[in-house]
């Protein structure tokens, strides 16, 4: 007999069936009277007959033409069956159009049903449409934006801007928006979200539409469409990129059904009823049992019902089997029929292995079925299972979720079923991974979570700068109990989270036992190379977002699997007491290089794969005894990786294209109804052969590529002196026993896996707790608005009331939504994973640093995870769980500290990415005093060298990072620089949600208090004052990035000056605005370290017995002159920009930038000695750009004559120092607005008593010096002036050219270049130069 609905013709499995001559032999375990009455009872009939007739006898031998006849019985006709429904045209089955009913570029299912858009707006029609009656379909949200699902005509025309719904004879409902569409748009229905699913209802005898979400209709939405001759209606959709659904027009089961509207595909109304009569015969023989001494039957209940093997009850089951097989390879059999018998099962309660029934009949399926048959009856059981699972909506006991897990779990326990679904179907098409998710309800009301949490509250304290306080002082009884009774709803959600999560890890469990071997090769060591798989096609499709798994599916899938992995570790360490726990997990770094494992085309430390196979091959040799084969390093070359690459780029089918352009569905979609999979594989980097004979320390292992699904158990936990995963241990790794090594590679994948897409799903969740903090900050100030409202104005009132009402509802919404989201994401539970795992990259990273050369094989997602999980416990898990609290806290951080102190300029790093991502995460670590502190916890040793990579020079490396670090040291110690946050800032929100993980920490981090680090600025004075040439060249890069800084920022507010005079409307571009406001940040930087190495090492620049201190000093001076004389003159470019007051110009004030400049000016004409303070007036005054005025302008006294500036200066011609900018001053206009001059008096909240009276002191200071230079001072010819500056009289000789300047400009040249000024010549030496006397 041919199998009906297999796909191919087989022959059955033959049952041998007793004949005449064998009947004695056949029955001997059962008479004849009691089998009849044995299979009367399992088949009754079901006629009714107007007298009891007396029963035929039943044999084996008439069952068949007996089972025949009663699966006959109610058969509709085969002509009634086929004819076509009025109403309806099109064939059958439904599918979408994808040949010619489509507009755009889409993704389509290999079944027709999914579709996912990849275009600006995609439409899609189905292949039937309805003329008359009442139709209905259902389509499946797999995700929540812009979509418009409906109806439309032939006549409907669409383009990547109009779809269902924007032409007249197209009706739609988008539940993104919320509004219905027909050429116009109004407000219906509600709000979809992933997960949801909507019935589309068209009524063509009334002319109307309705919409349902989740089985609740959302009302008509439109009423008397147009209908008559020539006049069709397609199911139809337009989706927006990325989007994607699954249709259901028949060929699953409604899920939910609505009277008196067919689905548009026929159910297999036959076939169903044959089903249902085998099932039922199926349960007779589970619940009837033969007492063969009492020769009678016997009622049993059957979940106590076993497989022992009895010749009657198999040849009563294989008769049944012969005709139940084939109908359950259908998905509408199986899910209707199949999916809810088995469902029923594990109704009673109970755990999952007291239901041992569904084992026996799994067993029952494959004695019975052929292959085929039971692999696609699985196959198609899983994926309604599934659909099942995800479309589920969300009740407050979770119930439909926990009673399809559990199906799942029973399903899964049966040993051949779990193999053959890990072979065939997971992470493949079942893409099981969405069994560990748990979906968010975006709408509570629905979910029950009203009455789970009836009880709301939120924070209604904050301090100064609306940030919330943890445990407020003067909270109120009643808030109390507001806060106490939301914390215990929170709890009951979070048990009923916790019963779904425990199956979860359970089916997770099951999949990683490594025992059931008796059917082959067990089943972790298939999961183990599905998995990796799995994140091989995510890691090389990041860049097509539609190719991969949706990220909240990964977040959940990690910590599940985190738990499944510790048991399982922890399990295996109790039978080797020796190994290391879970807890003090790491993966060895031989991983990294043996090529055990495949780590794709991930970037390592050390650049290229290819490039560190042959330039460590030697280092390879001598520390791991592991020789590459030379035939593998000239296949890996890096012309074969361009040439592989390219092919592999052209090869990878994210889905076929099918006929007019519209393209089959990629490999992993989120859709639901998941296609089949078209996997790609790219080469392993480098593997090794299992030697022929046990190794020894001493031998050296030559190593080949070897595929991941070619490896063994074998290859991965080693036999016989083989030591699998492990093989090339280094000299510096200790021989310490580890678990089973199939799990190192997991938690391998795991920080892979969390470094790809969990930690960025993190950051975007923590969205609903800033939601929450905004709303009651506005609903706070509102009630204090409403409090202070005057009676006589009851229109304000109102307005106020409704404000108030709005928020709070707003409020008990997302405070219900946050409870959910903290149970599931932010939980205690979530955020000691993410600690564990942070331990695993600090442990692994730390053994790989002791390999020497060798830590350039390790991946650099190892150091990402590590920096990435140490910003979300510190950002994303409080308030709710602190970071203090974990268990090692401060060890971690210490550990963490020495990591990124000595690898952000580790020369094996090569990578750009990553070294900056070391230094940013530096920068963050300095602004925190836990994480300061624990970076002076590390040796002092590897504090002096961080702070030795800090001075380097900033040229040809990312300073600026650099400098932020020094100026975190340094911050709280400076002149009016012990500020939380600028005076002018105190009202705006440095939150940047937008940024990423690492420049969001610096964002926040720069508004951190001051926690200057003592210590560290004793390593830096030590390093500063003891090696000189150091000193010299840090200080000379610093001035050079102040000159770029600061003359780009003038030039900029320049080009914003004349933008903002213009008579016509103009827009300044938010860019040039943002990187202005950096260069003007940067240039504040700059000068807090310049005040920094001033206080610190002052000899640097006093000491003019040091080389290049004079130098050094006059740079100073000139660059502090030009600094205070473009930001303090008159009605000046600075002033006017200040004034206009731009988004994106905020930070630009007088205060950061002239406090810093008093802070240097301050420490060398105050604070030091005599004979420094002389030299440093000297120079100062000097300067052709000193003005005095500029120093008065620091207290308020600005409005005196400009005029009265050092006699050298008014003498001087105009200077284009080494700013270099020839930047006119902008003159300003009749309208300018008056504005009060800047004084160090005003801000008595930043600026101590003991600091104003320094300034002042240096000020009459400066005005004395000033009189005298004045005075003393001989007038100097024009011929006598140095021709490069003019500001200074020649004083020095070029050899051996002999030409002449005075000694700043020739020292200042020669730190960057040898040749002469004016002939090019190369300078071998300076002599000073005086003027001969006069004849």
């Known amino acids: 007999m041919s199998s009906k609905g297999g796909g191919t013709a087989l022959t059955r499995r033959n049952y041998r069936l007793a004949s005449d001559t064998d009947k004695p032999k056949a029955t001997g375990i059962v008479n004849e009277k009691l089998l009849s009455d044995y299979l009367h009872h399992v088949f009754p009939c079901t006629k009714q007959t107007p007298a009891p007739a007396p029963r035929k006898p039943l044999g084996f031998q008439e069952l068949g033409a007996h089972l025949e006849r009663l699966l006959s019985e109610g058969e509709p006709a085969e002509e009634s069956a086929d004819q076509p429904l009025e109403g309806r045209l099109g064939p059958q089955p439904v599918v979408l159009d994808h040949t010619s009913g489509f507009e755009g570029l889409l993704f389509v299912d290999d079944d027709l049903l999914g579709v996912i858009g990849h275009s600006n707006f995609s439409s899609i029609r189905a292949t039937t449409c309805v003329y008359k009656g009442k139709w209905a379909y259902e389509v499946l949200i797999s995700s929540q934006g812009l979509m418009q699902i409906g109806w439309c005509t032939l006549n409907c025309r669409f383009n990547q801007e109009e779809g269902v719904g924007d032409t007249p004879d197209s009706y739609a409902y988008d539940g993104n928006r919320v509004r219905k569409w027909n050429v116009t748009t109004t407000n219906y229905g509600k709000s979809w979200a992933a997960g949801d699913i909507v019935s589309c209802l068209i009524d063509l005898d009334e002319g109307t539409i309705t919409f349902c979400l989740n089985g609740q209709s959302l009302g008509t939405a439109f009423t008397s469409i147009k209908t008559g001759p020539g006049v069709a209606y397609f199911p139809a959709i337009s989706l927006s990129f990325k989007e994607s659904v699954a249709f259901n027009f028949g060929s699953r089961p409604l899920r939910y059904p609505a009277d008196g509207y067919l689905p548009l595909q026929n159910p297999p109304t036959a076939d169903l009823v044959k089903a249902h009569k085998l099932l039922g015969y199926i349960k007779n023989v589970l619940s009837t049992s033969i007492d063969t001494q009492e020769e009678r039957l016997l009622e049993m209940d059957c979940s106590s019902w076993r497989l022992h093997g009895e010749a009657t009850v198999l040849i009563t089951l294989a008769h049944i089997f012969n005709h139940f097989a084939p109908l359950m390879c259908k998905v509408y059999l199986v899910e209707d029929v199949l999916m809810n018998f088995l469902l029923g099962i594990l109704e009673g309660g109970g755990s999952v292995d007291e239901h041992q029934l569904i084992q026996q009949l799994l067993d029952l399926f494959w004695l019975l079925m ?104 003067d909270e109120s009884a009643e808030e109390r109990l507001r806060r106490r009774a939301y914390e215990r709803g929170c709890q009951r959600l979070k048990k009923r989270i916790e019963v779904v999560e425990e199956l979860q890890v359970q089916i997770l469990k099951l999949l990683l036992n490594n025992k059931d071997r008796t059917t082959g090769e067990a089943s972790r060591y298939i999961f183990l190379n599905k998995f990796r798989k799995f994140l091989q096609e995510n890691a090389s499709n990041r860049g097509h977002p539609t190719a991969l798994c949706p990220p909240e599916y990964m977040v959940c899938f990690l910590h599940r699997l985190i738990t499944a992995v510790r048991a399982s570790w922890d399990d295996g360490m109790r039978k080797s007491t020796s190994s290391i726990r879970s807890e003090e997990a790491y993966v060895p770094p031989q991983l990294f290089y043996n090529g055990k494992v495949d780590y794709f085309d991930l970037q390592r430390l050390g650049g290229l794969l290819s490039h560190l196979k042959k330039t460590l091959k030697d280092d390879l040799a001598s520390k791991a005894n592991i020789i590459i084969d030379p035939a593998e390093i000239q296949a890996t070359s890096m012309d074969d990786l361009d040439e592989d690459e390219e092919s592999g780029a052209a090869q990878r089918p994210f889905g076929a294209a099918a006929m007019g352009g519209a393209l089959a569905r990629p490999t992993w979609l989120s859709s639901p109804t998941l296609g089949r999979a078209n996997r790609f594989l790219s080469t392993a980097a480098v593997s090794l052969m299992t030697p022929r004979r046990p190794l020894t320390q001493p031998e050296k292992v030559k190593v080949r590529t070897l595929a991941v699904e070619q490896r063994t158990e074998e290859d991965i936990e080693g036999s016989h002196g083989n030591d699998g995963l492990l093989l090339g241990r280094p000299l510096a790794e200790p021989n310490q026993p580890m678990a089973d090594k199939s799990l190192l590679e997991i938690v391998d994948g795991i920080v892979m896996m969390y470094n790809l897409s969990v930690h960025q799903q993190l ?92 830590f350039a094989f390790a991946p650099e997602f190892y150091l990402s995870a590590a920096m990435n999980a140490y910003s979300a416990l510190k950002n994303y898990f409080s308030p709710a769980n602190s970071m203090e609290d974990l268990p090692g806290y401060e060890e971690t951080l210490t550990q963490l500290a020495a990591i990124l102190a000595k690898h952000f300029a580790d020369p094996r790093i090569v990578g750009t990415d990553i070294k900056d991502s070391l230094m940013q995460a530096l920068a963050s670590y300095v602004c925190y005093p836990q994480s300061l502190r624990a970076v002076e916890r590390i040796p002092e040793e590897q504090r002096v060298a961080m702070m030795r990579n800090l001075l380097a020079p900033y040229e040809q490396r990312p300073w600026a990072q650099t400098n932020w670090i020094l100026v975190r040291l340094w911050r709280g110690c400076g002149f009016g620089y012990r500020y939380t946050r600028l005076p002018h800032l105190l009202k705006t929100k440095p939150e940047d949600a937008n940024l990423p993980s690492l420049q969001r920490d610096l964002s926040v ?24 040439d150091m000193a010299a060249s840090f200080l000379n890069s610093v001035l050079n990035q102040l000159n770029w800084a600061f003359s780009e920022f003038i030039g900029m507010i320049q080009e914003i000056q004349q933008a903002a005079e213009r008579p016509e409307r103009n827009f300044v571009d938010t860019r040039q605005l943002k990187v202005c406001a950096t260069c003007f940040d940067l240039s504040v930087s700059l000068l807090r370290v310049l005040e920094m190495t001033v206080t610190l090492v002052p000899e640097i620049f006093l000491d003019w017995t040091r080389p290049s201190a004079e130098l050094l000093l006059r740079r100073l001076a000139q660059l502090l002159n030009q600094v205070l004389n473009r930001v303090t003159a008159e009605k000046n470019l600075f002033d006017r920009v200040v004034n206009l007051r731009l988004p994106g110009l905020e930070s630009v004030d007088h205060y950061p930038i002239l406090v810093a400049v008093t802070g240097i000016l301050v420490r060398i004409l105050v604070d030091g000695d005599r004979q420094g303070i002389s030299r440093a007036a000297s120079v100062l005054l000097s300067d052709p750009c000193f003005q005095l005025h500029s120093i008065q302008h620091l207290l308020g006294e600005g409005g005196g004559d400009p005029s009265a500036v050092s006699a050298t200066a008014s003498r001087a011609r105009p200077v284009v120092g080494s700013l270099g900018s020839g930047v006119a001053p902008v003159i300003p206009s009749a309208a300018s607005v008056e504005r009060k001059h800047f004084s160090l008096h005003a801000y008595t909240d930043y600026i101590s008593e003991e600091e104003k009276q320094k300034v002042e002191r240096m000020l009459a200071f400066l005005t004395e010096e000033s009189k005298q230079a004045a005075a003393s001072t001989a007038p100097t010819s024009e011929e006598d002036l140095c021709p490069i500056c003019y500001a200074h009289s020649i004083s020095a000789v070029f050899k051996p050219c002999s030409h002449k300047s005075c000694k700043a400009c020739i020292n200042q040249h020669l730190m960057n270049n040898k040749d002469c000024f004016f002939c090019k010549a190369t300078i071998t030496g300076v002599e000073d130069y005086s003027k001969p006397a006069a004849s």
Not at 375 to 384: A, V
Not at 768 to 795: F, G, M, N, Q
Not at 1015 to 1023: D, K, N, P, R, T
Request: charged residues 30%.
């Open 370 to 473: 052929e292959d085929y048959e039971v692999n696609e009856c699985l196959k198609q059981l899983m994926m309604s299972l599934l659909r099942a699972y995800r479309f589920s909506p969300i009740i407050p006991d979770l119930g439909f979720q926990i009673h399809y897990l559990r199906l799942t779990t029973a399903i899964l326990h049966h040993e051949k079923s779990r193999k053959y679904l890990l072979n065939n179907f997971t992470f493949d098409v079942l893409r099981s991974v969405v069994f560990f998710y748990i979906k968010t309800p975006l709408r509570v009301k629905e979910a029950g979570l009203e009455e789970l949490i009836p009880t709301t509250w939120w924070p209604t304290h904050f301090d100064k700068e609306g940030k919330d306080e943890r445990e407020p002082k």
């Open 1005 to 1028: 981090a720069s508004f951190q208090k001051p926690c200057p680090s003592l210590l560290l600025q004793g390593h830096m004075a030590e390093l500063l004052s003891v090696d000189k």
């Open 763 to 854: 950051g975007k969740m923590v969205v609903v707790s800033d939601d929450v903090h905004e709303y009651a900050v506005a609903l706070k100030d509102t009630e204090e608005k409403i409090a202070r409202c005057p009676a006589r104005r009851p229109d304000i009132l109102d307005e106020l009331q409704k404000s108030q009402k709005v928020f709070a509802e707003k409020l008990n919404h997302l405070c219900r939504r946050l409870a959910w989201i903290n149970a599931t994401i932010y939980s205690k539970e979530k955020m000691l994973d993410v600690y564990w795992l942070l331990c695993v990259c600090i442990r692994t990273i730390e053994h790989a640093d002791n390999t020497g050369s060798l």
